[in-house]
């Protein structure tokens, strides 16, 4: 989200809060003395945290060192208001400490641009800096990936179980009404983290619902937050937020494991790689980790009795597996890393969902345009109400609905391209509606107006890329190039819901709200449309498949069926870099159950 000088100075004196639980460990000399522990998890992000808790818990608890690169969110504003969240990530010309920071490519299919890919660098990850829209996707989404890995335990049917493990739903933070808007058998109560919808109804939500009844080609969904499995239509937001404030993998599934005696966590302890001493049924055993606090800090060594869990993420964890000589061996060549294991599937397959800020100019009475802008006159007041109450704009996620949909059957580039969603009944491409102006990397708002913005999102997109190292430097970045746009279906797909978007406000209901189109999103003719989206489309921040997962004795992929790393002993993978594929959702839901399942396979109970 774009954030007005006005509303960053604003925050930088209200960055921190009270402490909200235990210390965690700062530096490796707090390490418990002979520094080996049964489990070493890298990654304190959705995954990473999901696994600490379910495998240290039970009667027989297991040892587990979480090992995080960032910074705790113990304190930070920012990470505890749900609307401010987005704040924490990088902008065009701004960096923060509580993320990665890194920048895409030159893109092609972009006319050349690069921009920043955000990443939470921070207890809980990319969940704890994230836009918390908490959904799982399409039942057809996890029957392929039983299909693509060989293994029916990833099949809906399989899978859904865990959502009840996971989540529990909770009131929004107006307490409004929820009737009609999801369906509650579908979902949990009892759960970890906390998901709710919109808790602060603003007038053009009516508007949208009035949409699906007039427009055929936008129906009504009941449950926008997938727990029937069914993604098509338009309907209301679930967001990981309760009692107002955000709800991440480290306010829930970290704040248990670190109640327990033997869970140590430590931060600011970036993985340099992992190291291997010894073989196995003649495969390498990894049972030691590296890592360091910054370039030229001593490096520290652990020991894992039972696994080490890679839990860093699409970019790093192929970064580490690379570092660690696991991955093409021609690329470590050139950098002078010895190949332990010839994997050329390590990084490769990078996929993300593509977005495209279609903005409205509006007459808009209660538009949050003038939070964004940092409006003095407005900023302290909300957050005076979200400080003593919970309560406002500020309590609410960016989103109040949104849908998926799918291109027309007889659409013309199903004549030369075979349909690449997962199913009959999955999406091509996403709508979200937001009651202000959003361009995450474009021109910042400008300084009069009210706006809408219609976010089109490619949900299903060909085009494929990779994490590959600039540097045997753990501490460089590495190169990371989606390759967004490059095929002929991305680039169609995304024309297409140009103009459905556009269809969308043609509604009655809109009639006197709708003033124009912003920028180019007034053009009309396929080369119009197409030369808007090269120049304005982004990031959703949703990459997977840079590990991914195939079945067993595959010569392609990175991981087994039961994620453990392929040609190895001693390593799992556990996060989005094993999606082989998109699914039909925002990541953070898939990503959950993902981990979810991973615990009871590390336990032996799947």
């Known amino acids: 989200m774009p954030t007005s000088a006005g509303l960053r100075l604003v925050l930088s004196s209200l960055l ?31 995954a990473g945290n999901v696994i600490a808790e379910r495998i240290s818990a039970g009667p027989h608890p297991k040892s587990v060192l979480v090992l995080e690169a960032g910074v705790s969110d113990e304190g930070v504003l920012a990470a505890q208001v749900p609307f401010l969240g987005p704040t924490l990530t990088p902008g065009t010309f701004r960096r923060t400490p509580f993320d990665w920071n890194y920048t895409v490519a030159p893109q092609e299919g972009l006319d050349g641009r690069t921009f920043p890919f955000p990443r939470g660098k921070m207890l809980g990850g990319c969940s704890s800096v994230n836009y918390m829209v908490h959904h799982f996707g399409s039942s057809e989404d996890y029957n392929k990936l039983a299909r693509d890995s060989g293994d029916n335990g990833w099949s809906w049917s399989s899978i859904k179980k865990y959502i009840f493990k996971h ?12 009737d009609g808007k ?35 080609e936008f129906p009504f969904n009941p449950d926008q ?24 993998s480290s306010t829930t599934y970290l704040k248990e494991a670190l109640k327990r005696p033997h869970v140590d966590v430590l931060i600011n302890a970036h993985v340099t790689k992992l190291v291997t001493t010894r073989k196995k049924r003649g495969r390498p055993v990894f049972d030691k980790v590296q890592f360091a606090s910054g370039p030229g800090a001593p490096v520290t060594t652990v020991t894992a009795r039972r696994e080490i869990i890679l839990s860093a993420g699409a970019f790093g964890t192929p970064q580490i597996l690379l570092l660690s000589g696991i991955g093409p061996k021609t690329d470590l060549d050139v950098l002078g890393i010895p190949t332990v294991i010839h994997n050329p599937s390590v990084g490769q397959n990078l996929s993300d969902h593509v977005l495209l800020p279609n ?34 704009p500020l309590a ?7 849908g998926f949909f799918r291109l027309p059957a007889n659409s013309s580039i199903f004549n030369s391209v075979s349909d690449p969603a997962t199913g009959p009944t999955a999406s091509h491409w996403e709508m979200i509606v937001i009651n202000f102006y959003l361009n995450p990397f474009g021109p910042p708002i400008p300084p009069a107006g009210t706006f809408m913005t219609l976010i089109s999102a490619l949900i299903s997109p060909t085009s494929r890329g990779f994490v590959r190292l600039a540097s045997a430097d753990p501490f460089t970045a590495p190169i990371i ?11 169609f797909a995304l024309r297409e819901a140009v103009r459905a978007t556009k269809r969308f406000v043609t509604a009655s209901v809109w009639n006197d709200y709708v003033i124009s189109p912003w920028g180019g999103l007034a053009q ?23 590990a991914a997962i195939s079945p067993r004795g595959a010569n392609y992929g990175v991981v087994d069926p039961d994620l453990k790393l392929k040609g190895a002993e001693g390593v799992r993978i556990a996060d989005a870099s094993v999606w082989p594929f998109l699914p039909n959702a925002h990541t953070q839901g898939p990503v959950y159950l993902l981990a979810e399942r991973a615990a009871d396979l590390i336990l032996g109970r799947a």
Request: no cysteine.
């Open 16 to 46: 921190l809060l009270p402490s909200a639980f235990g210390a965690l460990l700062t530096d490796p000399s707090q390490l418990r003395g002979d520094r080996t522990y049964d489990y070493v998890i890298v990654g304190a992000g959705n």
């Open 167 to 178: 989540e529990k739903i909770v009131p929004p933070a107006d307490n409004s009404d929820t």
């Open 182 to 216: 999801f369906l509650p058998q579908f979902h949990g109560t009892g759960g970890t983290v906390s998901v709710s919808l919109p808790g602060n109804s603003q007038s053009i939500d009516a508007k949208v619902i009035a949409t699906t009844d007039e427009l055929p």
């Open 225 to 248: 937050g997938h727990g029937n499995g069914q993604v098509l239509g338009m309907g209301w937001t679930q967001n990981s937020i309760g009692e107002g404030a955000r709800s991440s």
């Open 359 to 392: 903005i409205f100019n509006v007459r808009g009475q209660d538009t949050l345009d003038q939070i964004i802008r940092g409006d003095p006159n407005v900023v302290p007041g909300v957050l005076d109400q979200w400080t003593t109450s919970r309560s406002g």
């Open 396 to 402: 609410n996620g960016v989103t109040n609905n949104l």
């Open 481 to 491: 190039d989606p390759k967004f746009l490059t095929t002929q279906f991305d680039i």
């Open 524 to 546: 009309t003719s396929d080369e119009g449309i197409d030369a808007y989206v090269r120049q304005q489309s982004t990031t959703v921040y949703h990459p997977v498949g840079t």
